[in-house]
């Protein structure tokens, strides 16, 4: 493989499209707003104006964009990825989306000959920058075979979690842990601060124990400082937990730590806060009359 259609150049988008240049990879993208991505088109990604012309010669299609909606419109339809992509082609669609969808769009790919994985990473702004991402595949071993050397440029734990959306049922588990630890995060740094103690101290004391984790080394210093800048935003979040109670609905379990934190956070959004960082829940336990 050598040249990648990429959409979708977000915070994390940015980022991964620049790793796989630093591996080799020739980028090509599209994106609706070109000025959003300029220093990318400076560093040497070739701008495409339409689905259809980041489709053209590529070995791999990937996206990564917002919504549900977004995926399901970018890839069924004249002119868009299933329709213009060449047979042989990895598809992959890295949004954190339905698994329902990416069933749908791989019995569409493989009627047309392309190989469809879905792949939702997890990791946020620093994984994707660092290029530490973790990432969860859904589809068949060939493809994933195939897209290895792909993967293994934006991402550092890299696992086939079975066929056709897997890596999203996948995914919505990693956002349901997620959901609680954010919430255990942000009532310790509320209890602590009410107690009157240092806060960061508290945090340097504890990390090596049970309480050790990803979210309190790095999103806990962000809410000591009330620094929201977002490395994933509260409105995506929201996004990802409704899909993974909509699927928990499904499968027929109920989920009521997730179903509280999903009622939190829409409580920010109300309040101005969906293009915040998810850090921003503490904004709730300081402020519970927001």
């Known amino acids: 493989m050598k040249t990648v259609g990429f959409i979708g150049l977000g915070v994390m988008g940015q980022s991964m499209v620049r790793n796989l240049m630093k591996a080799g990879f020739e980028v090509q993208a599209y994106t609706r707003t ?98 530490t991402l973790s990432i969860l595949v859904g589809g068949g071993e060939y493809a994933f075979t195939k897209a290895r050397p792909l993967f293994e440029a934006m991402g550092q734990s890299i696992e086939r979690m079975g066929y056709a959306g897997s890596g999203q049922y996948g995914k919505l588990a990693n956002q349901i842990a997620i959901a609680g630890i954010m919430m255990g995060n942000a009532e310790m740094l509320a209890f602590t601060k009410r107690a009157g103690l240092n806060p960061d101290q508290l945090r340097q004391t504890i990390r090596g124990g049970a309480a050790g984790s990803w979210t309190l080394e790095n999103l806990v210093p962000r809410m000591i400082v009330e620094d929201y800048a977002p490395g994933f935003f509260i409105k995506h979040f929201l996004k990802d937990m409704k899909l993974a109670l909509e699927s928990a609905e499904q499968l027929n379990i109920k989920l009521p730590s997730l179903e509280l934190a999903y009622k939190l956070y829409s409580i920010l959004e109300e309040n101005g806060y969906g293009e915040n960082g998810t850090q921003a829940l503490i904004e709730y336990y300081m402020h519970q009359d927001v």
């Open 34 to 131: 070109k000025e959003k991505a300029a220093d990318l088109f400076a560093e040497g990604v070739r701008w495409c104006d339409s689905v259809e012309a980041v489709c053209q010669n590529a070995d791999a299609v990937i996206t990564i964009v917002g919504y549900p909606s977004d995926v399901e419109s970018l890839y069924f339809g004249d002119g868009m990825i299933l329709q213009s992509a060449e047979p042989g082609t990895l598809v992959i669609d890295m949004t954190t989306s339905s698994p329902l969808l990416a069933e749908r769009i791989a019995d569409a790919a493989i009627d047309r000959s392309l190989l469809p994985l879905d792949a939702p990473v997890t990791g946020g702004d620093v994984g994707a920058k660092n290029g």
